[in-house]
């Protein structure tokens, strides 16, 4: 099976993104369909709700895609970006993405993307949930 990487790898080529999905994911959401989320309103609601959540660096390797559609301009915008702030020292780039306890992207799939490609952790908001009741939370 060809990883995330080796699928966008050449010239950030998206098109074969479903077949990298139906093997890593089981969660077809449309982006449409997907919660767009302010990091620091949403570890509020978490705290607010008692929902545990950890903030730390994750390899983009280990987690899997929830939405099923992608912008490539964005993903080569933050890529670019990306790049840049490695090669001047800088740290992350962008808000942290959000994550269940079991791996998935829930708000944050473009960034995932780049750092991905770009071989870097991306700063994570690991929730204490697994994906479907994490999803189930923030849609309802």
Wanted: avoid cysteine; aromatic fraction near 10%.
């Amino acid at each position: 099976m060809k990883t995330l990487r080796e699928f966008v790898q050449d010239e950030l080529d998206l098109s074969q993104w479903n077949d990298f999905w139906d093997t890593t994911s089981a969660y077809p959401i449309t982006r449409s369909s997907m919660p767009q989320l302010d990091a620091d309103d949403f570890k509020a609601t978490l705290d607010f709700a008692g929902i545990p959540y950890d903030v730390h660096n994750v390899d983009g390797t280990k987690l899997r895609p929830t939405q099923s559609d992608y912008d490539p301009e964005k993903v080569k915008a933050i890529l670019s970006n990306l790049q840049d702030a490695a090669a001047n020292g800088k740290g992350d780039v962008g808000p942290p993405i959000i994550t269940s306890n079991d791996g998935f992207v829930l708000d944050g799939h473009h960034r995932y993307i780049a750092s991905t490609l770009a071989d870097v952790p991306i700063k994570t908001i690991q929730v204490d949930l697994p994906i479907n009741q994490l999803y189930h939370f923030v849609t309802n």
